[in-house]
């Protein structure tokens, strides 16, 4: 099948959609555009490994790691890398760059996934950090070498692998959250709560219930001051206070953009024909769960999507019908936090009632299974330290649609 | 096909053994366990196994 193939974002899930596009027949050119310079490479590491590691700051070295292995089957592929989708004209099938360039495309992969959230409060630039990218990664890691001190903004998983991080690296760090407990909305607090007691007796402050008002420092980030009143002094802060969809350039094509952008089960953009979407971006009905529209942001839904995304649009290239069985990922995913590792499968933050199923919550480290249920149906389950051994019973849990 | 996996950089995360059971294992120690030679009709599973691995440690290449 021929016929220009365009995918915006360069990250995971452009580059499996490349991948995935050739394994489905494909064999028409296909051009990746992505806003950062580097090929596509691995984000996990950057809360945990990259910020550990002891070597030198040289980005390819860092990058090298990173990498991901690339199929030969798109070693024809061509790369514009360091260029930015600006603009989109889904009818007339162009889509516009930052550098003046139009791109002509008979079909089209949505991939530009998520950049870091920053918190709207004034004071200075200097010691503010997210982790998005490798850049952003680099950026904190020569910080951290002249600080003593770190507040993380946010108890989720990107901000709490970033504190484990840095106490192991012999920062004071200190996590600020308005939510009662870390991973409240992810975990729930049972879990949530008992894996912020494991970081706290490990040396990771917690101020939980509570928000940052402001930033204090003239040149350079000096604290912060939380809406208690008290101040936390630090040398950096990290804002892990999650994400905004990078839809900007799809904007003006009467797409449902409201929260990334809108699919059907076979993850086709609504309203438009030839474009389909993946990865953290897509929010599309898992027949798992019911017909709900939902994103993702895990690890294992740009393969997953670009898998199904590949074959919808080969099919719709060509007039073909396309598969019949629903689309019906499970969704996993992973955690490192200090001594503990998460595996977690299915959509744990979906239910309403969390059990312990086996293992003490005040012992983690010895091995912990908890499950979700929503209206007495399992949706989720998470183990901590639990042998690996045991993950294909704990995915094949899922294997029927849960409601 | 050969197999290959990076055991500097393999975590045992396991997510192999349940892409391509055929070539990788997990053992009761919760070690990675592995085939480093497998039939090329296995290959669609092996490269699944390959995407899937979280640290991608895993390598494929012509026997
Ligand atoms: C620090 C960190 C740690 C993580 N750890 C885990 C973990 O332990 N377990 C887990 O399951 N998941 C983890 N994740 C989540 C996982 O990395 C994401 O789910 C995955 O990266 C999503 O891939 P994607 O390709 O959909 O989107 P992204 O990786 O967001 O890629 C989108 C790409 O598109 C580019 N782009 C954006 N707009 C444009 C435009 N207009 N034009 C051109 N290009 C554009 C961006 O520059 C980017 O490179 C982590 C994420 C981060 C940031
Ligand atoms: S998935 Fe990767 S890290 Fe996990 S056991 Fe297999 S090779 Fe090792």
């Known amino acids: 099948m021929a016929g220009h193939v365009v995918v915006v974002g360069a990250s995971l ?93 008979d079909g089209l992969v949505v991939a530009t996934g998520l950049r870091a959230r920053r918190l709207p409060l004034p004071g200075p630039a200097a010691g503010r950090h997210v982790i998005r990218t490798l850049d952003d990664a680099l950026g904190l890691r020569s910080a951290i070498r002249t600080t003593a001190t770190a507040v993380v903004i946010g108890a989720g998983f990107v901000g709490c692998e970033t504190a484990a991080s840095l106490h192991r ?82 904007a ?21 024909d030839r474009v389909v979407a993946v990865g953290d971006i897509a929010r599309f009905p898992n027949a798992l769960f019911g017909g709900d529209p939902r994103r993702v942001e895990h690890w ?38 200090l001594d503990l590792r ?33 209206e007495g149906r399992l949706v989720g389950n998470v183990a901590v330290n639990l042998p690996p051994v045991r993950q294909r019973a704990l995915r094949d849990a899922f294997l029927l649609p849960v409601s | 096909m050969k197999i290959t996996v990076d055991l500097d950089k393999c975590q045992d995360h396991g997510q192999c053994a349940i892409a391509a059971p055929v070539a990788f294992r997990m053992n009761d120690e919760g070690n990675l366990e592995y085939e480093t030679t497998v039939e090329d009709s296995y290959l669609d599973e092996v490269e699944e196994a390959a995407d899937v691995c979280p640290v991608q440690a895993i390598l494929i290449g012509q026997a």
């Open chain 1, 169 to 250: 690296l012999g920062i004071r760090v200190t996590v600020v959250d308005p939510f009662p407990v870390a991973f409240e909305r992810a975990l729930g607090p049972l879990l949530g709560g008992a894996i912020q007691r494991h970081l706290e007796t490990a040396g990771v402050r917690f101020r939980t219930g509570t928000g940052v008002v402001s930033y204090t420092g003239s040149h350079a980030i000096s604290g912060v001051t939380l809406d208690d009143g008290t101040t936390v002094s630090a040398g950096l802060v990290v804002e892990a206070v999650g994400s905004a969809c990078n839809t900007e350039w799809l």
């Open chain 1, 252 to 272: 003006g094509n009467g797409l449902d953009l409201s929260d990334g952008v809108l699919t059907d089960n076979d993850l086709r953009v609504l309203g438009v």
């Open chain 1, 13 to 105: 899930g452009g580059l499996r959609a490349a991948e995935q596009l050739r394994a489905a027949g494909h064999d028409g050119p296909i051009t990746i555009v992505g806003e950062e310079i580097h090929l596509p490479y691995n984000r996990p590491p950057l809360s945990k490994d990259v910020l550990a590691d002891a070597g030198d700051d040289d980005v390819e070295r860092l990058h090298a790691g990173l990498v991901f292995r690339r199929r030969a089957s798109i070693d024809d592929v061509e790369f514009l890398l360091g260029r930015r989708a600006v603009a989109s004209d889904l009818v007339a099938r162009t889509v516009s760059l930052d550098d003046g360039t139009t791109l002509a495309y």
């Open chain 1, 300 to 337: 294992s839904m740009p393969t997953d999507t670009a898998k199904r995304a590949a074959t919808t649009l080969v099919a719709d290239l060509a007039g073909a019908p396309v598969a019949a069985a629903p689309f019906a990922p499970i969704p996993s995913f992973w955690s490192d936090l």
């Open chain 1, 342 to 374: 998460l595996q977690a499968f299915g959509s744990p933050a979906l239910g309403d009632t969390a059990v312990v199923e086996s293992g003490d919550l005040d012992h983690l480290a010895d091995g912990v299974l908890v499950t979700y249920l929503r």
